[in-house]
Structures are given as C-alpha cells and as structure tokens.
C-alpha cells in the first residue's frame, strides 16, 4: 500500500480564496483524522470520521472549515474563504477501528495564505 | 478524561550519548499509548507503541519506551542517540473508547550535538 496520499503537497493562495485538500486513507481503514499543525498551536484535532461519518468536528476552527467523505476512500477539507491565519500544515491520518490502533500519516500539505 | 504531557518541550545530547524523552499520561481505560516521529518537513511515523502485552516496548531506529502503571509514564530512550535522530517526538494516548481520536502530547524537539 501507498499509504496515505495527500494533494496538493503545496499550496499557495491568495485571501479570501477556496482552498480544497485532499486525503485517500490506506485501503481497509474505516476512520479518518484532519489535524493542523502550526508553531504556536502544535498538532490540533480538526475532525474525525468513523465510516464516513464525521463522529468529532469540535476542533473545526469556524465556519469557514468544511469537511467531507464521500466514500471509504477519499476525503476533502475545504477552507472557504482562507484567511492569512490558516496558513499551516495540515495532515490526514487513516487508522483501522478509530481510536483502538495507531493512526498512519500522510506527508501534509503545506497552505500558505498570502 | 484522558491527557498525555511531555515534560521536556526540549532536549539536547551529544552524539553517542543516552537519549531520554519523558512522558506521563491520563487516563480512566486502560490505554494504548504510543510514540510518533517527526523529521523536519515530514510528516509523523510510528516509533513504537503499548497495547497491554509486553511492558517493554522496543521500536525502530533503537528507541524503547517502558509502560510503568504505577507512574502513569511511557519514557521514551535509547542508549545512544545518532545525529539522524535529531527531530520531534510525541507521545500519544489512545482512550481505547469507540468514537474517540488519539490525544497528543506538545512535542519534544531532540537536538543531537556532535
């Protein structure tokens, strides 16, 4: 397996823009984690999602963060409009049984918003 | 409820010297408790982890963390640290609960000196 696979790598945009991120878990792994990484805030719990369904979205920042899993498979974290203050990297994890076994991390995506 | 704290938010050694990252957890279950890696502009690899089998867990790279109850601890060393292991450790709790993600600690960034 791949493993995790997250796009874009890199991305640079402008305020007030659309930013989507994409994530494809490890095949077979029925939960899914979208953290945000900065210096001042560490590693910080977006949301998780147990097969498909979003169960934890607590850590989403506002509105302006959505996320989706449309299938096993594939998932989407969408910043709409992005601000200079979502610049970070944000990381897609898969684990197998949710919180029972270790998560598996993508490389991230570095977002900077100028 | 469940927490992780990684006492050191840094550590410095010298090459060919012992390394010691600490970490004390929180937690109401009987919890798995694991160690991540993170080099430099990477993303998180598993080092280790503790699911209620063996106290002593030995990982990659020569790392190993003992499970000691009694302290709520999962120290995480290695006898001698090598220049390649100069990066960001977190230790993490899983709550072992169904719905739940894994909690991590704030990181401990491990500086090796030649």
């Known amino acids: 397996d791949a493993g995790v696979i997250q796009s874009p790598r890199h991305e640079v945009t402008e305020m007030g823009q659309e930013v989507t991120l994409r994530c494809k878990p490890i095949?077979?792994?029925?939960?899914l984690f979208w953290y945000r990484q900065t210096m001042m805030r560490g590693l910080e719990l977006l949301i998780y999602f147990n097969n498909n369904v979003p169960i934890d979205d607590s850590g989403m920042p506002e509105d302006r963060f959505s996320a989706k899993m449309p299938n096993a498979s594939f998932s989407t974290l969408k910043i709409q409009p992005s601000e200079p203050r979502d610049s970070a990297v944000y990381f897609c994890a898969s684990s197998y049984q949710g919180a029972r076994t270790e998560a598996f991390f993508g490389q991230g995506t570095r977002l900077t918003v100028v | 409820a469940q927490s992780v704290t990684q006492l050191d938010s840094h550590v410095s050694v010298s090459e060919g010297t012992p390394v010691l990252l600490r970490c004390n957890y929180s937690s109401s279950y009987s919890p798995s408790l694991f160690w991540y890696v993170q080099h430099p502009n990477k993303g998180l690899q598993l080092l280790l982890k503790y699911t209620s089998a063996a106290t002593l867990v030995k990982g990659i790279n020569g790392f190993e963390a003992e499970f000691k109850k009694s302290e709520t601890s999962f120290h995480l060393t290695k006898p001698s640290a090598h220049m390649s292991d100069a990066a960001e450790y977190f230790c993490?709790?899983?709550?072992?609960?169904?719905?739940?993600?894994?909690?991590f600690g704030k990181g401990t960034t491990l500086s090796v000196s030649s």
């Open positions: 095949s077979g792994h029925n939960s």
């Open positions: 993490v709790v899983s709550p072992n609960q169904a719905g739940t993600a894994l909690i």
